[in-house]
């Protein structure tokens, strides 16, 4: 009887364990995730517990975060330490809330936004159908991660948030 029970524990301690890992979003760091001022980045999301109403989830990989609904794929992605862009004419860059960001809408309803001017780059995936991009990058606990990078350049025409990059921000 009592090894019975104790096979049951086991199995009921394996399947929590295991349910307790199912809310962990999986990801890869970026080549420069070891970077110090990432873990800067890190440390101000504490800050960012909800953004766009979506609950931070945990996440397995170095300078990263991720938020959206459990058991369902995350709506918003972060990665520190992506590859600093250089400048650009094919990405839009856009200037929200002191930080300029190159919107790559090529996987629409999802947008890539890799900030400008920062070493290292933060970078958004955002579920656009979900959420609004301009919600997340208006979010003061993500502002105050990502300025806590020192700016050391600028758009050079960063573009005004006319109606179509609205619409394309949600």
């Known amino acids: 009887m009592s090894r019975r029970l104790a096979t049951a524990a086991l199995l009921l301690l394996g ?6 890992c199912s809310t962990t979003v999986h990801m890869e760091p970026a080549a420069d995730a070891n ?12 800050n960012a517990d909800t953004i766009a109403d979506l609950d931070r989830r ?3 990989a170095q ?5 959206g609904e459990p058991g369902a794929d995350s709506a918003i992605l972060l990665r520190c330490g992506v590859t600093v862009p250089g400048p650009t004419a094919e990405l839009q860059c856009v200037t929200l809330e ?10 629409t309803p999802f947008l ?6 920062r070493d290292p780059a933060v970078q958004l995936y955002i579920d656009t159908g ?16 990502v300025t806590s990078v020192p700016s050391d350049g600028r758009c050079t025409t960063p573009d005004e948030l006319d109606q179509d990059l609205q619409d394309l921000l949600g």
């Open 98 to 107: 002191g930080v300029d960001w190159l919107v790559d809408a090529s996987e």
């Open 35 to 46: 970077n110090p001022l990432c873990a800067e980045v890190t440390v101000g999301l504490r």
């Open 130 to 145: 979900a959420v609004s991009s301009n919600d997340v990058i208006s979010s003061r606990g993500l502002i105050g991660a």
């Open 58 to 60: 945990w996440t397995d």
């Open 15 to 20: 399947t929590a364990l295991l349910g307790g």
């Open 63 to 67: 300078s990263t975060a991720a938020w």
């Open 112 to 117: 890539r936004l890799t900030t400008y001017g």
